[in-house]
């Protein structure tokens, strides 16, 4: 699989913590605990603190991956390479794509960039041409409380891009205990 997960940072922890030792009276070393259980309460209002721990992430996704993420959009922020101003920026291979496509019709995209490049036809003909493999690299930014609920939503999802990119965000986030994942179960 071509995609690429990588963690750019993560924020906030220990401010979340200190926000909890206000609700619960306690100390500031008694709150990891505290913030296990509560991260597993039903309630989203016992979740709150994990609204305020941050990760950044750098991600090449396919097309259809990213209209799907787009689902999740509390507290989250992308920034993407502009298909429109990259393009045309050289030939495409197989390696641009989630999977290989038809040669036929990678031919067929490199050659429309060409007319593009040449001025013969808009930007827009070029992308209606993309097929949803096409690979697009973004910085992804979110809460835990957003990748909880991605990881409960797409656990078992039938698209095994879903289960490789938990995968690789779970293999990657420094408060693990806070995200279901470790048990099917969670």
Not at 93 to 116: C, M
Not at 148 to 168: A, C, M, N, V, Y
């Amino acid at each position: 699989m071509r995609i690429e997960i990588r963690k750019l940072a993560e924020a906030g922890y220990w401010q979340a913590m200190k926000g909890l030792t206000l609700n619960k009276m306690q100390p500031l070393y008694n709150m990891p605990n505290v913030a296990e259980k509560l991260c597993k309460a039903t309630s989203g209002s016992h979740r709150k603190f994990l609204r305020q721990i941050m990760t950044w992430w750098q991600m090449k996704l396919p097309r259809y991956i990213w209209s799907e993420l787009d689902t999740y959009k509390i507290a989250t922020t992308r920034s993407s390479g502009s298909t429109m101003h990259n393009i045309h920026k050289g030939v495409l291979t197989q390696s641009d794509f989630v999977r290989d496509i038809p040669d036929t019709w990678l031919w067929d995209l490199n050659r429309a960039i060409e007319q593009y490049q040449q001025g013969n036809i808009e930007v827009e003909d070029v992308k209606t041409l993309l097929p949803e493999g096409y690979l697009q690299e973004s910085v992804y930014m979110c809460s835990y409380e957003t990748l909880r609920t991605i990881i409960l939503d797409r656990r078992t999802h039938k698209l095994p891009e879903w289960k490789f990119i938990i995968g690789k965000i779970l293999s990657q986030v420094d408060y693990i205990d806070l995200l279901p994942g470790r048990n099917i179960n969670d």
